[in-house]
Structures are given as C-alpha cells and as structure tokens.
C-alpha cells in the first residue's frame, strides 16, 4: 500500500505544495506490533506509479515490494519541478557552474537539513518505523545518486545505508572527492553504487570519477558494493531492473 499526501518545505519552496509518498510493507496492518527500517528516497513521483512519473516510466517499486513481502517502509518526496533548475539546486551538495546551465547554487544541505530533521520527524510519527541509524537508509539516481552519497557520509549519525544509482559523481569532482576524504562515518556503512555500460560515455569523466571515488571509499574501508550493469542506461526501467541487487545490499545483515 503506498499512501500519498502534500507537503511543503518552507525551508526551500515555501507553501508551495509538493507529493510526499510512503509505502507500507503487506505486513504492515497483520503484524501491529512490529517495527520497520526505513528507505528515504528521492524524486518521489518516480518511484511509485507510472502515472506520476516525469517521463511516463517510474521504478514500480511498490510492485516489487509486495512481490516480495519485503519488510521495508519507504518514504519518497517529490523533486522541486522549477524550470529555474529547481532539482538541480536541491539535489547538489555543492555550488558549480554548468556549460549547460549556467551557475548553480547548491542547496543540498538544506534538502538534507529537511529531510534528515522535520520530514524523518514527520514519517516516525506517522509510521512505526526503526527509527535508528542502522534501520534508516536513503537511495536516489542521478542527482538524487549524488545526494545518497552525500547523505551517507555527511549524514551519517541519520543514515546508515545508501543506493546511489547512476550518481552525478562526475559534477564538481574535486568537492566530490575532498568530501569522500574528509567525511567522518562509521566502521558499519553500507554504500551500493553503480552505473549502466551504456550511460558511461555520456560524460567523459563518468567512469574515471566512478573508478576515482570507489578507489578512495574502499581505502577509507567503506562496506562498499559496485556494479556496472550490462546494456544498463540512465532511465527508471534500467533502475527497476537493479532493484533486487541495491535491496540485498541494503537488507543485508551480518
């Protein structure tokens, strides 16, 4: 079951209203007395239903999860759709300038700042969730990739776990890179990472970045899964497919 309702972040948009969604597990009402991990996600209208999705395809998520009976909730909150590069904004931890865009004012901490503090506040109240670090995970793509490996290093007295598919690791690779040096984490993260065989040339720094920061995580001892996915490209269809895999990552407990 996945349960839909409007929100606003005045921190970032004011009262503009957006769709905040969470998925409960099939379980969820026969077992009352249990408790759930939790998977933040981002680009919420993507992960759901086909019907809200920005190109007509979303992950279908909530098809897998009562296939499966996994034992998740998961809660999703939909992107800023400015076209003065709302998502852009929110979803980079850095300020950079882009041939394409322009400069771009990074507000990624104050995304992070949000959901980590009033909206996980919100989904604890709402739900009975686990509400500790070792039950809360975050997963994005693309620009919400980037913000899963932010929020997993930065974050990390909140978040224990992070998906990051396709991450924009390649934009301000030198922030990128110093933050993957210098973040303060613990012995027991878990990051998943990959990428598609067909979208690594799509930027000419994508697979050196991605070779670049999984060198310097497994040198900082990082509990790190990656994968490159063979005929995998930058679109939800490819991130439905890599559901299973990032899932196991994530559910995994020694």
Excluded at 85 to 105: A, M, V
Excluded at 142 to 166: D, E, I, R, T
Excluded at 209 to 234: A, E, K, Y
């Amino acid at each position: 079951m996945v349960e839909k309702w409007e929100i606003t972040i005045p921190e970032l948009t004011g009262d503009a209203p957006r769709r905040a969604y969470a998925y409960l597990p099939t379980m969820y009402q026969s077992q009352p007395e249990r408790r759930f991990p939790v998977l933040y996600m981002f680009d919420g209208h993507n992960v759901f239903f086909d019907e809200d999705a920005t190109y007509g395809r979303s992950w279908r998520l909530a098809n897998y999860l009562d296939y499966t009976d996994t034992p998740i909730i998961v809660a999703a909150v939909e992107c800023n759709h400015s076209p003065d590069n709302g998502r852009l904004r929110e979803y980079s931890p850095f300020t950079f300038i882009d041939p394409q865009f322009g400069r771009i004012t990074g507000c990624g901490q104050q995304t992070m700042d949000w959901l980590s503090g009033p909206f996980k506040a919100e989904i604890d109240r709402r739900y009975r969730t686990l509400p500790d670090r070792q039950h809360t995970w975050i997963s994005g793509s693309s620009m919400g990739g980037l913000m899963s490996v932010y929020a997993v290093l930065a974050y990390n007295q909140v978040f224990g776990k992070a998906a990051a598919l396709s991450p924009s690791l390649w934009l301000a690779a030198a922030q990128v890179e110093r933050l993957v040096k210098t973040a303060q984490f613990d012995p027991d993260t878990v990051l998943y990472m990959d990428y598609g065989s067909r979208e690594l040339g799509y930027r000419d720094n994508m697979q050196k970045q991605f070779r670049r920061v999984s060198g310097l995580l497994l040198d900082r001892r990082m509990n790190l899964t990656c994968r490159i996915i063979p005929g995998g490209n930058h679109n939800e269809a490819s991130w439905e497919r890599q559901i299973p895999f990032f899932l196991q990552t994530l559910l995994y407990e020694p």
